[in-house]
């Protein structure tokens, strides 16, 4: 079953712009990490945040975390149009069971 | 090879044949994991293997499934008597320890079951 919900499903924006995901989840985590995926192959590690953080910087990405609500955001700034593709939450539930629950994904299309 | 992979890219099979994939994990790494994704959703966990130890099959649908790792690199994961609901795309991810590190996924492999 999933663990996790992307919001929205899609989303385009034109270049430059910000764009904001969101990931919701139903029990307590370990680590929430965001995962990229280009044309519905291998998927690329973006950015992992530990359950005890609040927020986390990795260049043009900022992810929040905030599990009081069991929700992340993932923020990328002045997108490219190599930022299209899709973006993915996974979270593990325990440290030592390092199998990821992955959530339904958002499509993000950056329009030139 | 520097990354994950994984063989063959792609591969059609008629309902009711076996199928075998495999996944070559990064040089060192000794977690490895298989999941499945089928069209336009997540990714569904499978398997994991940690090392020697016993590993967790929580994740596969079914007695049709199965899969090892050989000398703790190498995985095959093996899908018997297909069905037109298997087909999906299976992707493998290695990590180097076990603990809180990323998995580094290989390109995936495309079954489609006729």
């Known amino acids: 079953s999933q663990q996790g919900e992307e919001d929205p499903q899609a989303l385009s924006i034109q270049e430059g712009e910000n764009a904001t995901m969101n990931c919701s989840y139903k029990t307590s985590i370990n680590n929430l990490q965001w995962y990229r995926q280009n044309s519905g192959r291998g998927l690329v590690h973006l950015i992992l945040i530990r359950s005890n953080e609040r927020e986390k910087h990795s260049g043009r990405l900022r992810v929040t975390l905030d599990t009081s609500k069991k929700s992340s955001s993932l923020l990328i700034t002045a997108s490219r149009a190599a930022d299209t593709a899709s973006y993915f939450c996974a979270t593990a539930i325990n440290f030592g069971n390092e199998k990821l629950t992955f959530g339904t994904g958002t499509r993000l299309t950056i329009i030139p | 090879g520097a990354g994950v992979s994984q063989s063959p890219s792609n591969k059609v099979t008629e309902k009711g044949k076996d199928v075998e994939l495999r996944c070559d994990p990064i040089?060192?790494?000794?977690?490895l994991y298989w999941y499945r994704q089928s069209l336009g959703q997540g990714l569904e966990f499978l398997i994991y293997f940690q090392g020697n130890s016993a590993p967790d099959k929580s994740g596969l649908p079914s007695d049709r499934f199965s899969a090892e790792r050989t000398g703790g690199s190498v995985s095959t994961l093996t899908i018997q008597r297909t069905q037109q609901e298997d087909s999906a795309v299976y992707l493998c991810?290695?990590?180097?320890?076990?603990?809180?590190?990323?998995?580094?996924f290989g390109p995936g492999t495309r079954l489609t079951v006729l």
């Open positions: 040089s060192g790494h000794t977690a």
């Open positions: 991810a290695s990590s180097l320890v076990r603990g809180l590190n990323e998995q580094f």
